[in-house]
């Protein structure tokens, strides 16, 4: 039983992912590899309904970054700090993670995210909404919220991301822990084959058995 939720739970996120993507906001906004004092403003986008969308997004490529320095002081400084850190394949892509990250997610993106992110060279943030707003948006960000808060626990940003294309959305969770923020989860195609074979999901908890009586009655 624990199995078949597991998979109906990553069907599910995946499919919402497609969704996302595939009614992704027409024509392309404009972009800045910039993040220090990034803006936003309520979108006015149909797909991005109760979200702060940046204005212009922030859009950078691997060459953008080779010595940049990211403050983790705002929530965008974190995200380029995390981004960066995959496009060179350094394992200092740790050092974003927040403390109260699922420890089983956190072996898991150890283990394989930088396997996965062997080609990942450019970004794109889109937009954000707060983890008390998210409820009250659009179909969208509930459903992500649901789906973060049971599988990553508590967190306070819920921003959308795509990678090397219009087609490759990335879904992450921030949590601001003493003035900086970190990266609490994350979803995203490159986890799909890194939650092959898992058997028992951290975030699915198995059902009590009903206890029974062992006293035989008289």
């Not at 450019?122 to 789906?147: D, E, L």
């Not at 087609?167 to 609490?184: A, E, G, N, P, S």
């Not at 890194?194 to 951290?202: E, L, V």
């Given at each position: 039983?624990?199995?078949?939720?597991?998979?109906?739970?990553?069907?599910?996120?995946?499919?919402?992912?497609?969704?996302?993507?595939?009614?992704?906001?027409?024509?392309?906004?404009?972009?800045?590899?910039?993040?220090?004092?990034?803006?936003?403003?309520?979108?006015g986008v149909r797909d991005f309904q109760g979200w702060l969308q940046y204005i212009p997004a922030i859009e950078c490529?691997?060459?953008?970054?080779?010595?940049?320095?990211?403050?983790?002081?705002?929530?965008?400084?974190?995200?380029?700090?995390?981004?960066?850190?995959?496009?060179?394949?350094?394992?200092?892509?740790?050092?974003?993670?927040?403390?109260?990250?699922?420890?089983?997610?956190?072996?898991?993106?150890?283990?394989?995210?930088?396997?996965?992110?062997?080609?990942f060279k450019r970004f794109i943030i889109h937009a954000r909404i707060s983890s008390s707003k998210a409820p009250k948006?659009?179909?969208?960000?509930?459903?992500?919220?649901?789906q973060g808060s049971m599988m990553f626990g508590a967190f306070d940003l819920l921003v959308f991301a795509e990678g090397?294309?219009?087609?490759?959305?990335?879904?992450?969770?921030?949590?601001?822990?003493?003035?900086?923020?970190?990266?609490?989860?994350?979803?995203?195609?490159?986890?799909?084959?890194?939650?092959?074979?898992?058997?028992?999901?951290?975030?699915?908890?198995?059902?009590?058995?009903?206890?029974?009586?062992?006293?035989?009655?008289?």
């Amino acid at each position: 039983m624990i199995v078949l939720r597991s998979v109906f739970t990553l069907m599910c996120m995946l499919f919402l992912l497609v969704c996302f993507q595939v009614q992704a906001a027409k024509p392309k906004p404009k972009t800045v590899c910039k993040w220090e004092k990034a803006k936003t403003v309520k979108s006015g986008v149909r797909d991005f309904q109760g979200w702060l969308q940046y204005i212009p997004a922030i859009e950078c490529k691997t060459k953008q970054l080779q010595k940049a320095s990211p403050d983790p002081s705002s929530p965008e400084g974190v995200m380029v700090k995390f981004f960066q850190a995959l496009m060179k394949q350094d394992k200092a892509f740790t050092s974003t993670f927040s403390p109260s990250m699922p420890a089983p997610f956190r072996v898991i993106l150890e283990k394989g995210l930088l396997a996965q992110t062997t080609n990942f060279k450019r970004f794109i943030i889109h937009a954000r909404i707060s983890s008390s707003k998210a409820p009250k948006g659009n179909r969208f960000s509930k459903r992500f919220g649901k789906q973060g808060s049971m599988m990553f626990g508590a967190f306070d940003l819920l921003v959308f991301a795509e990678g090397n294309t219009s087609r490759t959305d990335i879904i992450v969770f921030l949590k601001q822990t003493k003035k900086r923020w970190y990266i609490q989860g994350l979803l995203c195609s490159w986890l799909e084959p890194m939650f092959k074979g898992m058997k028992k999901p951290w975030w699915v908890k198995a059902k009590k058995g009903k206890k029974t009586d062992s006293k035989s009655k008289k």
